[in-house]
């Protein structure tokens, strides 16, 4: 059965930093690509970040380029985001989607994890 | 920037009845590359289509998709009870991009 569980989110200052981890077991991780989705609360669907299966290609939605880095470990299962400079619209709850391919493009999101939430306020 | 609007952003409809959700690209969506998601309240999205037309695993016949180039469309035949959700439209080319979303509601 394939999991994914996020964890990481909190509540945090503007301008400070989270870094979030998602666990993924129950496939071979290192086969696909996997993404962060946001949602605003009350708000619909963002894609903020993909990565294919061995890094090589990185997308960020403009939102968050030059502020989110995503990162994966294959050996430990896991995908990261380290975001920086957080800003109250960063507010949402985060998911970790497992990509139907490898590549960070063109395959839809087929699993995804229950999400952890991130709330930047002061 | 592949830009989606979904249409209506609510459909009140009884069980039974039949449901028909659009979605509309700003530009050509390339090989279908296009997607229909669930999500219900305190839930994660649920894969429903995925290239304009293929169901997901495990996902009831009465759903079904169509269209290409910049428009698309959800149809759910007759809705169950459970049918009754958020509904996303999603293209999954070089920047993925989700519509806004379509409530479709008990009426």
């Known amino acids: 059965e394939v999991q994914l569980v996020e964890s990481g989110g909190g509540l945090v200052q503007p301008g400070r930093s989270l870094r979030l981890s998602c666990a993924a077991s129950g496939f071979t991780f290192d086969d696909y690509a996997m993404h962060w989705v946001r949602q605003a609360p009350g708000k619909g669907l963002e894609w903020v970040s993909g990565?294919?299966?061995?890094?090589?290609?990185?997308g960020y939605a403009d939102s968050v380029k030059g502020r989110f880095t995503i990162s994966r470990d294959n050996a430990k299962n896991s995908l990261y985001l380290q975001m920086n400079s957080l800003r109250a619209e960063d507010t949402a709850l985060y998911y970790c989607?497992?990509?139907?391919?490898?590549?960070?493009?063109?395959?839809?999101?087929?699993?995804w994890g229950q999400g952890t939430l991130v709330t930047v306020s002061s | 920037e592949i830009v989606l609007t979904q249409s209506p952003g609510t459909l009140s409809l009884s069980p039974g009845e039949r449901a028909t959700l659009s979605c509309r690209a700003s530009?050509?969506?390339?090989?279908?590359?296009l997607a229909w998601y669930q999500q219900k309240p305190g839930q994660a999205p649920r894969l429903l289509i995925y290239?304009?037309?293929s169901r997901a695993t495990g996902i009831p016949d009465r759903f079904s998709g169509s269209g290409s180039g910049t428009d698309f469309t959800l149809t759910i035949s007759r809705l169950e009870p459970e049918d009754f959700a958020v509904y996303y439209c999603q293209q999954y080319g070089s920047s993925p991009a989700f519509g806004q979303g379509t409530k479709v509601e008990i009426k």
């Open positions: 989607a497992k990509d139907m391919g490898a590549l960070r493009a063109l395959s839809p999101f087929d699993y």
């Open positions: 290239g304009a037309s």
């Open positions: 990565i294919s299966w061995n890094s090589g290609s990185i």
């Open positions: 530009q050509s969506v390339s090989s279908s590359y």
